[in-house]
């Protein structure tokens, strides 16, 4: 079974929707991620505003290591990303990541954007629709 780290956007109302797609074609989804809920970086900021952190201040805090450690390891673990657009910064970091480790990458593009991006020629397949990202999910090969 493939390990799928599916990228995303906690305002991505679409993330548990892909995930329960995917998971019924029998792969292995990590999206605990999304749990947090779509304003926990919003209110991780305020929390630490109110502190009188700075953002390198808050950074190097021991919850944003756990959180940093948390996704990490599970990005390590799986054996293919897939990162659903629309997504921000920190997604486009992990999918990085990922494809820079030599493991394959994904990018679920369910609509036309609005400024397109050559870059996006790193990832193997930017897919328009889910039969295509499960087409190309399958032509992966896991090493075992």
């Known amino acids: 079974m493939k390990r799928v780290y599916l990228i995303g956007s906690l305002r991505n109302p679409a993330v548990p929707k892909l995930a329960a797609a995917l998971r019924a074609k029998g792969?292995?989804?990590?999206?605990?991620?999304?749990?947090?809920?779509?304003?926990?970086?919003?209110?991780?900021?305020?929390?630490?505003?109110?502190?009188g952190s700075s953002y390198q201040e808050a950074l190097d805090?021991?919850?944003?290591?756990?959180?940093?450690?948390?996704?990490?390891?599970?990005l390590d673990r799986a054996d293919v990303a897939v990162m659903l657009m629309p997504a921000g910064k920190s997604a486009h970091l992990e999918l990085g990541?990922?494809?820079?480790?030599?493991?394959?990458g994904f990018i679920a593009l369910p609509e036309e954007p609005e400024?397109?991006?050559?870059?996006?020629?790193?990832?193997?397949?930017?897919?328009?629709?889910?039969?295509q990202l499960v087409a190309s999910l399958e032509?992966?090969?896991?090493?075992r």
């Not at 989804?29 to 900021?45: I, T």
Request: proline share 6%; net charge negative; hydrophobic share 35%.
């Open 97 to 104: 990541y990922f494809i820079g480790k030599g493991k394959p």
């Open 61 to 74: 805090g021991r919850p944003a290591s756990q959180v940093f450690d948390y996704d990490k390891a599970n």
């Open 115 to 131: 400024r397109f991006d050559v870059m996006y020629e790193f990832a193997n397949a930017v897919c328009t629709d889910f039969d």
């Open 27 to 51: 792969y292995e989804v990590f999206d605990d991620w999304y749990a947090a809920g779509p304003e926990a970086d919003d209110k991780w900021q305020e929390y630490e505003k109110q502190r």
């Open 139 to 143: 032509t992966v090969v896991v090493p």
